[in-house]
Structure formats: structure tokens, C-alpha cells
């Protein structure tokens, strides 16, 4: 079962990490790449990646055939997306269990979606 | 002939619903056709059972026809792959009756009680695919004990199931290193099932039986678990007292004041012997304290002869376990009642201070009574009227009411 693991961080986390104000603790550091590691050696990490900060996403949608395009991301809410990764589990136990040993889950949110079977 | 038969079909199905829908489900994978399959079945047997007997083993027997319904059912549907898959496990299965072992049957009814507390579902589509797959309640009937309508319930039970298969929720008893989390998990959903009896009327108790068996269920299915018993032996305790709870005009009565002599003896025994059995593995936890407070009260012969002092220190380990401010509260009405108001009163000002149950109706009417208790009219019918203001039932906000008028302070 494929899942996406959406990472959910505090905005005024991700801009100060992209003004380079904060530095991300090295001890962090090397747990994210423990954990990448890990996973990937297991075989469950299969995809993924890391955005830049909310404030330079753009959301846009037709409506009776005309573009609307508004600065910013979706929902203007405290904790954004922050990057996402694909996970190849059995079940939403192991993605539980995957997810919950990743440094975010200290700091952030995870949210978990399954895969429609179909998709890539 | 007639009649036992079909007094054989009602018992069957108190007893062996539940087991039968784990059994097909962990057969199919499919909760829909499980359940639809299981219905075939209780009507088969409704027919057969009484022209050609009871079977010997209803549970195995009721499984085998509905496993074959399910065979039928895609051969009709005949969805290519969806059948096939569960067609193929249908047939594995095997085709004779007994062989469906009395262990299997265990091992799948404690899946579906695991996967139904699973925590990535909401609390409510908990409760609900509890009562629907393993008590066998209509959705009627659990919309009604929930007091929403059916379409609503019928909703969540359809929007639970689909997670469970969407999300691909595992239908399994979880790995040791996860059970202890789920298995308390599993004791909260049965707990809030109970307390959603216990606080409605007498109508709506069947949840407190349901609750109790489904404990029950539990302690036999995963053995020598303590807190399963320490939960039976609490749910029991509380269920002894549900007759002298309420008075003939439905008022709520004080422990203190309840009849005891209108309490459940046999309940209170199997209570009894729940809790000597969970403390004999020497690991206790919050329900095996909350069941010993609750077995003061029931062996006590009035509210003098009860054991402050004893229920006073078990809250004082419950608070330690459980850090939390309604315990709290509880050991200080346990604390006053032991070494007297003003030392109550301290432990109750300190959780007032804490400031997190400031919406809480019961601190103030606690503290409100133990000033009453010390003669300090004036300040007690304050806190009894800051009371009256968060109280939500009617029945609460009128004993407030009684307690005011006995400050003597009411009109100022």
C-alpha cells in the first residue's frame, strides 16, 4: 500500500530556516538522514521531497472558464506543508510506525493519505 | 420443539454474532459482505432449525452457511476480480462445518475488536462498529441509544468502514510492542459505551450490558490482562447501583442517601471477584484503583462505615498515575470525609487555583458544600450559584438548587 506522508511544519518555522535566521540543530540533522537511510534500506521510503517556504507558493483555480490566482498557500493556517514523502507499507500500521520516528513528528504534524490503487 | 428452536436462534445470536462476522470478515476481508452474509445465515437457521433441529455447534454451522451465501452472492454479483479474490479465500477456507476450529473463531473476534478501536478512527466510528459488528445491534437501534437518527448513524458506520479498507487499517491483534497502547485504547471504547449508558436513563442501559459482556469478551480472548479486569470489575460495581440511583420521580440520589439495600448483591460479588483476580498479577493501573474505590462503597453497609482513609490513598495513587484534575477533585471529597472539611477544602482551593476545570460545575459544588460543611454560609452559596450557572442537566442544576436553600443564603 502506497501512502504520501505530508509534512506539516509552523510557517514562522520554515521562513526563518529559509532566511537562514535558524539553523536546524545538526543533532536533527543527522536524524533525518538516519531515518532516510533507514527507510530507504527497508524499502518503505520510495519518493519524496522538501518545498520551499509557504511564502513562495502561489494558488490558483478556474472558475467559469476565468484563472484566479492568489499569493500564497491554500489555507492560511500556522502550520504549513513542508514536504512530503512517499512511503510503500502494508498496512497504515507500519506507516503509523514509519512516520512516528521521523524527527518532525516531534515538532510538526504528519498527515498520512493513502494512495489511489490506480496511481503512480 | 418449535419454541426451543427458536429461543436456540435468539441465543445463537447474542452469542455468536460477533464471532461469526469476525470469522467472515477475516475470511473475506470485506466488512460489507460479512455482515450481509451473517444476516443470511441467522435467516436460514430461523427456517432449518426448527424442522431439522439445532445444530450441535450453532457458531461453526452459522459460519459455513454464511460462507457459502458469500460464495452465492458473488457468483451472482460475478464483479470479475473483486469476487475472485474473495471467492478464492471463501473456498480455502475448506467445506465442511468443523472446520472452523473454537480457537480461529477467538483469534478473529479479537481482530475486530482491535480493529474497530483502531485510533486512526474517529471515537464516535468506534463506539458505533464496536456495537454494529460484534454486539450485533441495528444501526437503529445504536442510532437511537445515541439519541441521532439513523441515516446519521448509518453514515459513520459506512464512512468508518470505508477508512478501514481505504486506508488499509490491518485487521489483526496488534504486535506486542504496540498492544499496550491499543489494548488501552480498546478498554476507553468500552468504558465510554458504559458511561453513555450509565448517565441516561434506565432505557438506554442496555449499552451497560453490552459494555460488560464486551469486557468480558475481551478477558476471555487476551487472558490475564489486569486493567481488562480491573474495567470489569469497575463497570459491575457502578451497574450494582443502577436501581437505587435515581428515585421514584427520576431525581438523582446521592451515594450517600441511596438504598443500599436496593443494590445488586450479585453484581457486586462478580465485581468482587474481577478485582481479586486483577490484583493477584500485582500490575495495577487506573482502572484496577478505580474499580478498588468503587468496591468501598459497594461493601460498605452505609456511607459511615465506608473506608475514607482507604479511598482517600487510593486517589492519592490514581492522581500519581493519571495527573489529572477531576481525580483530584475526588480525592479531596474522599480527604474531607476522612480528616474533615478544612483539610478537603485546602486540597479542593489548590485545584481551583490550578485553573483547568474553571467550566467544571462539580468543583464549585464541592466546594460549595464543604464551606457549607465549615459555616461559611455566605461564600458557599456563591460557589454553589457559580454552579448552578455551568450545570447542563436539569436534574444536577435542581439538586443545586436544594443545596443552595441550605445555605440559607439563597436570596442575598
Known amino acids: 500500500m502506497k501512502y504520501m506522508l505530508i509534512h506539516y511544519i509552523d510557517e514562522a518555522i520554515l521562513n526563518a530556516e529559509e532566511d537562514g535566521a535558524v539553523h536546524l540543530d545538526p543533532a536533527v540533522d543527522r536524524e533525518l538522514e538516519a531515518w532516510d537511510e533507514e527507510m530507504e534500506a527497508r524499502g518503505v521510503l520510495v519518493g519524496g521531497g522538501v518545498l520551499k517556504a509557504p511564502r513562495t507558493s502561489t494558488t490558483l483555480r478556474v472558475r467559469d472558464g476565468e484563472l484566479l490566482i492568489t499569493d500564497g498557500p491554500f489555507a492560511e493556517t500556522k502550520e504549513q506543508i513542508a514536504g512530503y514523502s512517499v512511503l510503500e507499507c502494508t498496512d497504515l500500521d507500519e506507516a503509523i510506525e514509519v512516520a512516528s520516528r521521523h524527527p518532525t513528528a516531534r515538532f510538526g504534524t504528519f498527515e498520512l493519505r493513502p494512495y489511489l490503487a490506480q496511481a503512480q | 420443539m418449535g419454541v426451543d428452536a427458536e429461543s436456540a436462534v435468539a441465543e445463537a445470536f447474542q452469542r455468536e454474532w460477533g464471532r461469526v462476522v469476525a470469522a467472515l470478515i477475516g475470511l473475506t476481508g470485506n466488512w460489507d459482505l460479512a455482515e450481509e452474509c451473517v444476516q443470511d445465515a441467522f435467516v436460514k437457521a430461523a427456517q432449518t ?43 480455502l477456507a475448506g467445506d465442511d462445518s468443523e472446520g472452523v476450529a473454537e480457537d480461529e473463531f477467538a483469534d478473529d473476534r479479537l481482530r475486530l475488536i482491535f480493529t474497530c478501536c483502531h485510533p486512526a478512527l474517529s471515537m464516535d466510528a468506534r463506539v458505533a462498529l464496536t456495537l454494529r459488528t460484534l454486539t450485533g445491534m441495528t444501526t437503529a437501534q445504536i442510532a437511537r441509544a445515541f439519541l441521532t437518527s439513523e441515516p446519521t448513524m448509518a453514515k459513520r458506520l459506512v464512512r468508518a468502514k470505508h477508512k478501514i479498507r481505504e486506508a488499509k487499517i490491518p485487521y489483526r491483534v496488534p504486535p506486542a510492542s504496540l498492544l499496550p497502547g491499543r489494548l488501552s485504547g ?63 420521580a427520576g431525581e438523582l440520589v446521592r451515594l450517600e442517601d441511596q ?22 498479577h500485582g500490575r495495577p493501573g487506573p482502572y484496577q484503583i478505580q474499580a478498588a474505590i468503587a468496591s468501598c462503597h459497594a461493601t460498605a453497609t ?7 482513609v482507604r479511598i482517600a490513598r487510593f486517589y492519592e495513587r490514581l492522581t500519581r498515575l493519571t495527573a489529572s484534575a477531576v481525580v483530584e477533585l475526588n480525592r479531596a471529597v474522599a480527604v474531607a470525609t476522612a480528616d474533615g472539611p478544612g483539610v478537603g477544602l485546602a486540597l479542593v482551593e489548590a485545584v481551583v487555583a490550578f485553573g483547568e476545570l474553571s467550566g467544571y460545575h462539580l468543583l464549585y ?21 457559580t454552579a448552578l450557572r455551568l450545570a447542563e442537566s436539569g436534574a444536577e442544576r435542581r439538586y443545586l438548587s436544594r443545596r443552595l436553600e441550605e445555605t440559607g443564603e439563597n436570596d442575598s
Request: net charge neutral.
Open chain 2, 186 to 248: 480498546v478498554l476507553a471504547v468500552i468504558y465510554l459505551l458504559f458511561n453513555e449508558g450509565y448517565a441516561a436513563d434506565l432505557a438506554r442501559r442496555t449499552l451497560c450490558v453490552e459494555a460488560i459482556q464486551l469486557a468480558r469478551a475481551v478477558d476471555e480472548l487476551l487472558p490475564g490482562e489486569p486493567e481488562v479486569l480491573g474495567l470489569l470489575a469497575l463497570m459491575c460495581f457502578h451497574d450494582a447501583r443502577r436501581e437505587a440511583r435515581l428515585d421514584s
Open chain 2, 302 to 308: 452505609d456511607a459511615a462505615q465506608t473506608g475514607w
Open chain 2, 49 to 91: 432449525w426448527p424442522r431439522d433441529g439445532v445444530p450441535d455447534r450453532p457458531g461453526a454451522w452459522l459460519t459455513t452457511v454464511g460462507r457459502n451465501h458469500g460464495l452465492d452472492r458473488r457468483r451472482r454479483e460475478s464483479r470479475e476480480a473483486v469476487w475472485l479474490s474473495e471467492a478464492a479465500a471463501l473456498l
Open chain 2, 365 to 385: 459544588a464541592t466546594r460549595g458544600d464543604l464551606l457549607t460543611r465549615l459555616g461559611r454560609h455566605t461564600e458557599a452559596a456563591e460557589s454553589i450559584r
Open chain 2, 259 to 280: 438504598d443500599r439495600s436496593r443494590w445488586d448483591r450479585a453484581q457486586i460479588e462478580q465485581g468482587s471477584a474481577a478485582l481479586a483476580m486483577a490484583l493477584r
